[in-house]
C-alpha cells in the first residue's frame, strides 16, 4: 500500500525545520563547568631517626680506656706507644698518664679504674670475676663490679669485693694511703691486715704494717712557711706540713711528703717577682691551694767609676 504523499514529506518538513532552528537560534545558556576535585597529596612518611648505635661489648680479659685526656701511653711489647679512646688493655701491660692526663679503665665485669695525671699502672691478672693491677706512682679511684679488685702498691695489697669504691694512692717515698667511700676493704701489708670501712683510711709506711684505719678529715691542713722579704739568691727551701696521704705539688711539680706531713723543697727563683703555688689534696676531697709572690734581689745596684780618678791618692781618713 502506498502512503499519500503529504504523509512522508510532512515529518521530513518537520526535521529540516528543526535543524534550521537550531542552526539559526543555538543554545545560548552557559554551561556549568564542575571542577575537578583537588587532588589530595600524602603527607611523606616521617623519616624515623637511625637506630642508637648498640654499645661494643666488652672483651673478656682486657680493659677499655674510655675517656682519655691529655697524654696516656700503653707499655706494649716493650715499648711506650700513644693510646686513643677505645683501645684495650691487656694482662702485662701497663699505662701511664702525663702531667696534664687522664682515663678511665673498664672491664667486661664491671670494675672501673680512673687514672688522675702522673699515674702508672700495670695490670697483672684479669678474669671475668678478678682484677689485679699494680700501682706504681700515683693516685686511682677504683669501683668494682667484678667479686674481687686487687690493687698492689709498694708493700700494700688493697682488696675491695664487689660493690666497693675506694681511692690507692702510692706517694713518691713508697708511702701508701688507702680510703673506702664504699664497702670494706682490706689493706694488708708485712703479715698484718686492716679493714677499712666507708669514710676511714689508713697509711702503710715503707717496710711497716698498716695502721689502724682512721676518719677522713673534713678538709686538708696545709701550712707554709713563706719568706718574709725579698730573698738575696737564685732558690729558696720552701717548708710546710699538710696532711697525712696528701698528694703535695709546688708550681705543678710533685713532691715528697714524710710520715708526719712535712715537706722541704728546693724552689727555684728568676730576678725579681715570682710567683709559687702550693696545692695539697687529700686522698679523697678537695684540695688546698695557697699562692704567694717571693721577690729576689740577687744582684746590687750598679757600680760608676771616674776614670779620670783612678789615680788619685786615697783619701785621708
Avoid: C
Avoid at 730576678?271 to 686522698?283: L, Q, W
Amino acid at each position: 500500500m502506498r502512503l499519500p504523499g503529504f504523509l512522508i514529506a510532512g515529518p521530513a518538513l518537520l526535521v529540516v525545520a528543526w535543524v534550521g532552528y537550531r542552526v539559526a537560534f543555538p543554545d545560548t545558556e552557559p554551561r556549568v563547568e564542575i571542577p575537578p576535585a583537588p587532588r589530595i597529596v600524602e603527607p611523606p612518611p616521617p623519616i624515623a631517626p637511625p637506630p642508637a648505635p648498640v654499645p661494643r661489648p666488652l672483651a673478656p680479659g682486657a680493659f677499655e680506656l674510655v675517656d682519655v685526656t691529655g697524654s696516656v701511653e700503653v707499655r706494649r711489647s716493650g715499648r711506650w706507644i700513644d693510646v686513643a679512646p677505645g683501645e684495650r688493655l691487656l694482662p702485662a701491660e701497663a699505662v701511664r698518664t702525663g702531667p696534664e692526663g687522664s682515663a678511665r679503665l673498664r672491664d667486661a665485669s664491671g670494675d672501673e679504674v680512673f687514672l688522675r695525671e702522673r699515674v702508672k699502672l700495670e695490670v697483672l691478672a684479669l678474669t671475668q670475676t678478678v682484677a689485679e693491677l699494680l700501682l706504681t706512682s700515683g693516685k686511682v679511684r677504683a669501683s668494682t663490679g667484678g667479686e674481687r679488685l686487687a690493687i698492689s702498691a709498694g708493700g700494700a695489697h688493697a682488696v675491695a669485693p664487689r660493690g666497693a669504691r675506694f681511692t690507692i694512692y702510692a706517694d713518691p717515698r713508697g708511702a701508701v694511703a688507702v680510703a673506702s667511700d664504699a664497702g670494706e676493704v682490706k689493706v694488708m701489708a708485712r703479715g698484718a691486715e686492716v679493714a677499712v670501712g666507708p669514710n676511714a683510711q689508713t697509711f702503710v709506711e715503707p717496710g711497716r704494717p698498716p695502721e689502724d684505719p682512721v676518719a677522713v678529715p673534713d678538709e686538708v691542713f696545709l701550712a707554709v712557711a713563706w719568706p718574709e722579704a725579698a730573698v738575696q739568691q737564685s732558690q729558696i727551701t720552701l717548708r710546710g706540713r699538710t696532711s697525712r696521704g696528701a698528694d703535695v705539688a709546688i708550681n705543678g711539680r710533685p713532691v715528697s711528703v714524710g710520715a708526719d706531713g712535712s715537706f722541704a723543697v728546693q724552689v727555684p727563683l728568676r730576678e725579681g717577682s715570682n710567683r709559687v703555688e702550693v696545692v695539697a689534696e687529700p686522698i679523697v676531697g678537695p684540695a688546698k691551694r695557697v699562692v704567694r709572690d717571693v721577690s729576689a734581689r740577687t744582684t746590687g745596684p750598679p757600680l760608676e767609676a771616674d776614670p779620670s780618678r783612678l789615680y788619685d791618692p786615697p783619701r785621708k781618713p
